[in-house]
């Protein structure tokens, strides 16, 4: 304890020393500050990739958009180290950036931390004199003492619209139609609030897209720990539309050897815009995991490879099939008629009413042979892991080996969008190798180039 408080005492020292420079705005634009997000419960800050995305494309300098990654499921107990941890992030962003305060924001548990961050007895006042403005997204609805926007989601956890929504005294309250407890915190309605709270202003953009090289990089982490996975080694690899690799070797490869919270780092590396890329982690003894991502649409430094394994235990080495999750930070509403999300592999929908209903805020689907027999029972979900927050999951056998078709095909329509997006993937064998599909967050239709 000793040891942390010495650490927290000499961070806040140096905050108090930096300069309250003004930070230099192009002419016209609008005010902004770095900007620093503290995640939820099971959450990551792969959570904020698409706002990040969304600031950067509304002028904001990549390295002014940082995030806090800690293990939700002990931030209690663990509560000195998460704080000691945002006050480093703030002193890199200050330092990096010259200003004097930076805008915050925490989603769901994270709205905890952050306020505690805030009003801690001892060092809560000059924590509050760094913050220009908060934003509390959906979460408790204490009043922190600063400059506040709480933002709820119109579609509570659990999914009752008639459960009536907090407000917080001295806040502006603001609540998103239609929306739940997730996408209330990635969405670009809830970024054209944040963007106006923050700089007076609407954004011009939602996401810009580039051509030609851009980089990528990200954290490879035990989840939700978010401990780095190491030793591990993190290879990306250039693949066709079918997602089948296109070279004997990976275009890049790191070697993660850091394994502390917020340690697992890798990259950059450089791709091309538009294209199809695979993310293969490998470790000693484990089996392989197998990342695909849509095709990248401009630079993206906050990608996660998030690994379970637990739950990857579990749900792998089912030989003769394919383990596949499915991750989008927007929940999967299987149970809106028409305006549901379509999830299917092979044309065979599998986020039906039963396993994907709103009142599961399901964020990540797993896809595997629940009852190990070789077939596909629809409607049959796995009783272990659908029983997480979250997660949900479907007796899917996606068949490997002689015989089998050599890739799968997985499409995903989002709920109010008419365009189908599809990953297209090796059928890799459960038994040595699986499989994660990592689709935006944001839908293809708000994507514009950017003009140069």
Known sequence: MRRRTTALLAV??????????????DAGAPERRPVLFVHGFSGSGGQFAAQKLRFVSNGYPESWID???????????????????IDAKVAELLAETGADKVDLLGHSQGTFVSRNWMTDPVWGAARRALVAHYVNIDGQAENPGVDTLALWAGVPIGGSTDEPRPTMAGAKNVTIPGQPHVEVATSRAA?????RFFTGVAPKHGVTSVEGPVRIAGKAVAFPANTG???STVAVWPVDERGVRLSSAPTATFQVTDGSQGGGDWGPATVEAGRRYEISLSRPSLPTRHFYFEPFVRDDLTLRLNVSDPIGTYAGNRPGTMTVTSIRNKELR?????ARDVLAVDGVEVCTPALCPTSKNVSAFYALDVDRDGRTTPGLGDPVISRLAFLSSADVAVTTGAGSPETARWTLRSRGSATERALEVPRWDSATDVVSLQWHDFEPDEVVPLQR
């Open 191 to 195: 970024f054209e609030e944040v963007h």
């Open 12 to 25: 806040l020292t140096l905050l108090t020393a930096l300069p309250a420079a003004g930070l230099a705005q």
């Open 229 to 231: 996975l190491a030793p």
């Open 334 to 338: 299987g149970d809106q008629g028409e």
């Open 67 to 85: 995030v806090v990654d800690y293990n939700s499921a002990a931030n209690i107990a663990n509560s000195d180290v998460v704080e000691a941890a």
